[in-house]
Structure formats: C-alpha cells, structure tokens
Nanobody
Framework: QLQLVESGGGLVQPGGSLRLSCAAS????????IGWFRQAPGKEREGVAC????????NYADSVKGRFTISRDNAKNTVYLQMNSLKPEATAVYYC????????????????WGQGTQVTVSS
C-alpha cells in the first residue's frame, strides 16, 4: 500500500489562497498519476485536478479551472495543489491519491489514498 500524506489545509477567507502538498512515503511518485479530490459534508467525493506521471498532462474540474493549479516535483516526491480565489463552496476535505493509469480524473481510477486535509473557506 502506497502511503500518501496531505498537508497545507486550513481556514482561509473567501478570495484567499492555499497550497496543499501531497508527499509520498516509502516509494517514488515518479511513475504514478496523482489526483486531488475533495469531499464536502453530505456530498460525494469529486475530482479536482489530476496530473500525469511526467507532469506534462493535467486535468481540472470545470469549477476550478483558471484558479487552481496542480504541479509536481518528483525530486521532492511531492505533488502540489495551488488554490487561488477560493470560494466558500470549496470547503471540503481534500485528498490526494495515486493511480498507475492516466485516465479520467475520478475516484474509481485511484487505488491509494491519503488521510485528507480540511480546507475551510469562510469569513
């Protein structure tokens, strides 16, 4: 089981920014597609952004395009999610996950999950 650890969540005002990190433990992220997902209370888990193993391809949910950026630093074994212009509806637990296949950015395609980090957007 691959171990992923998210960090960087917190409370931010509407319009603010946060950067989430997803660090791998005990294995190299180099060969894995990494996705960021979120789950708000009472809602299903949804894809936010995914990045290919090389970092050359990305996929974003329509609701975050132009405001969120996914990136990876394989030398640091870490994937990031930069979130700008945050809205209250972004409040959720954010998870990163790994997959061996580049396909749809949906939870069912991902095998290994972190424990999540809470993001709250509120004034």
């Amino acid at each position: 089981q691959l171990q992923l650890v998210e960090s960087g969540g917190g409370l931010v005002q509407p319009g603010g920014s946060l950067r989430l990190s997803c660090a791998a433990s005990g294995f190299s992220l180099d060969y894995y597609v990494i996705g960021w997902f979120r789950q708000a209370p009472g809602k299903e888990r949804e894809g936010v952004a995914c990045i290919s193993s090389s970092g050359t391809s990305t996929n974003y949910a329509d609701s975050v395009k132009g405001r969120f950026t996914i990136s990876r630093d394989n030398a640091k074994n870490t994937v990031y999610l930069q979130m700008n212009s945050l809205k209250p509806e972004a409040t959720a637990v954010y998870y990163c996950a790994a997959s061996g296949v580049w396909d749809l950015c949906v939870p069912n395609y991902f095998d290994s999950w972190g424990q999540g980090t809470q993001v709250t957007v509120s004034s």
